[in-house]
């Protein structure tokens, strides 16, 4: 147990509520903070109310509480950002530049930022795609975690702050629902396979991504927080691979422990916005730096997911 203060920003979604629970096994004090209220699935974490956009609020709980890591998740995530993208740019990058510029001031030792498969686009190679390459985002979540990044690494060579990321793939978890994000479909399907429902994909059945069990990301970020500073030859963000599969893979997967489940296709907006990000992701300088190595491919995940989603209800 470290002596450090977490601070969690964004903490009620999908990541935020499975990292706290990971983090308060390791460090002293952890403080969960969101826009909206504490979720069950935050337990009995400590929680209070904050909004990444009044960075007075932020800095003095920061300064009250002596925080010494944020974590900053908030954001709106790509779905949500095409159909709102003033919200978008608005929370992603000013609630960033917020995180980044208060935890300067007050000396935070160390920031997490979750940037995305979505800093790809169309010009990217989309196998295999490598650490440093064509970066033209399609959406605008990807064009707020492209700038997001570029102003961490900034931060870093001017400011000394130490804040680390990595390009999320799309992250699969049974705690909370997935938020507004074009990967959704791969936790949504588990929940409709469970109740017994026909799944409705908003993806065509042979869009490939790159996907990751919760529990990979998890310790991911934080092989990658307590890895020593030298070791990082990476301050934009981090290409991190778990295991890519397209909707009719997960449907087979599926299939074997529920074999009557079924799904129809009728792909809407989503689709053009996956057919612009990688299908597999190169995470060569994630596994020298940091020693990363994911434990969970497609079936190790399908078996975990369906022994957690036991109580049928739809999402
Ligand atoms: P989510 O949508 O589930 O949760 C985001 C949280 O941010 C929500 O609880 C929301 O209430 C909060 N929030 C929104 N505006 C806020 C504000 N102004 N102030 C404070 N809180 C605010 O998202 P998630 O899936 O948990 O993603 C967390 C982070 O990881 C995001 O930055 C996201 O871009 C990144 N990421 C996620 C995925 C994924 O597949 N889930 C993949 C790549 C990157
Ligand atoms: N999974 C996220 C989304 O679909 C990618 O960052 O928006």
Known sequence: MTNETILITGACGQLGTELAEAL???????????????????????????????PQELA?????????????????????????????????????????????????????????????????PNINTPQYTAIEPNTVYGITKQAGEQWCQWYFKNKG????????????????????????YAVEIFYDAVAGNTYKCFLKEDTVLPMMYMPDAVNATLQLMEAPTESL??????NLAGFSFAPK???AEIQKHLPEFKTIYEPDFRQQIAESW????????AQKDWNWQPKFN??????????????????
């Open 233 to 238: 030859s990476v301050r934009t963000s981090y």
């Open 60 to 124: 003095n709980l920061i300064r009250s509480e002596n925080v010494t890591q944020v974590y900053h998740l908030a954001a709106i995530l790509s779905a949500t950002g095409e159909q709102k993208p003033d919200l978008a740019w608005n929370i992603n990058t000013n609630g960033l530049r917020n995180v980044l510029e208060v935890c300067t001031n007050l000396k935070v030792k160390r920031v997490f930022f979750p940037s995305s498969i979505a800093v790809f686009g169309n010009s990217t």
């Open 298 to 315: 497609l079936d190790k995940t399908v078996a975990d997911m369906l022994q957690h989603i036991k109580v049928p209800h739809s999402i």
């Open 249 to 251: 893979d997960i449907v």
């Open 278 to 285: 990688p299908q597999s992701i190169d995470d060569t300088y």
């Open 24 to 54: 308060r096994k390791i460090h002293k004090r952890v403080i969960a903070t969101d826009l909206k209220e504490a979720v069950p699935a935050l337990g009995d974490t400590e929680f209070r109310k904050l909004d990444v956009l009044q």
């Open 161 to 184: 702050l130490d804040v680390r990321s990595v390009r999320y793939p799309g992250l699969i978890s049974y705690k909370t629902q997935a938020g507004g994000g074009t990967t959704d």
